[in-house]
């Protein structure tokens, strides 16, 4: 659950364990009311409340003080506080997001980024796939995508992977992090870049330390959401059709060759 500073200057927790615990028998009774309606309840007074949950204002009152809120009013700015964080995007907002995306797929500089991308997968002897956390899951799929069209590929999602020597020849590394700011990625960029490995990231941030650090980057721009507690939940559909853009390409040369 997420942190806030209430008047007092105490970091208070909207519903944690040991609050839920303290609850007797009616209070329970608000608490399950208020987690089933935040939004109707965001709308109410005191007595309202009371009213739709079959208890009395007193016992709200108590209710509020276990959760270190003064009263009901000051609970319902913190309640309004943690649901914005925790409001996840609508759908429809979501689908204008990635309609954005492909538009901007459409244009010359995604499209040069992904020729220049497969022209740097050609002249490598293998591919390192590289990404930590949710992005780590994006370096195994491509990895195993590539590998799929004959492009030997591993995935590293472990930040303590031992360095790179210096017989990785012609070695093409491809970063994945939606922030670019990754320090474990960062630390793997350095030793990659010790022996001269060419380097793609794949990010969401074309400004960050990881884009900067790569001979090529390919951003897709989408709206970042952020849980409570840093968990990222940002859509990868941009990442996945970044993924099998590229192999579609280097599958569409291999078969040029073959039949000439």
Do not use: W
């Not at 927790?13 to 009774?29: C, H, R």
Request: hydrophobic share 40%.
């Amino acid at each position: 659950m997420i942190q806030y500073l209430n008047k007092k200057g105490i970091g208070i927790m909207i519903f944690t364990y040991e609050q839920i615990s303290k609850l007797n028998d009616t209070e329970l009774i608000v608490y399950n009311y208020i987690v089933k309606n935040v939004n109707k309840v965001l709308n109410m007074n005191i007595r309202e409340l009371a009213l739709e949950s079959h208890v009395s204002t007193a016992t709200i009152t108590r209710f509020c003080h276990k959760l270190d809120c003064d009263g009901f009013v000051e609970f319902k700015i913190e309640l309004k506080r943690f649901n914005e964080v925790n409001k996840m995007p609508e759908i429809d907002d979501e689908i204008t997001m990635l309609n954005q995306f492909f538009e901007y797929s459409k244009g010359k500089e995604f499209q040069d980024n992904i020729n220049e991308a497969v022209n740097y997968i050609i002249d490598s002897n293998f591919v390192v796939c590289l990404g930590i956390g949710q992005s780590g899951s994006m370096a195994k799929y491509a990895a195993r995508f590539f590998s799929n069209i004959g492009y030997y590929s591993q995935y590293i999602d472990d930040p303590f992977y031992p360095p790179p020597t210096d017989h990785f020849e012609k070695c093409l590394l491809i970063a994945f992090s939606n922030s670019g700011e990754t320090k474990e990625v960062i630390d793997q960029l350095r030793l990659y870049r010790g022996v001269q490995s060419r380097i793609i990231s794949i990010t969401n941030e074309s400004n960050s330390t990881i884009a900067k650090m790569a001979d090529l980057t390919i951003p897709y721009f989408i709206k970042k959401v952020i849980l409570p507690s840093t968990k990222n939940i940002s859509s990868q559909v941009p990442v996945v059709y970044i993924i099998e853009r590229i192999c579609r390409k280097l599958q569409a040369i291999k078969n040029i060759d073959i039949d000439g």
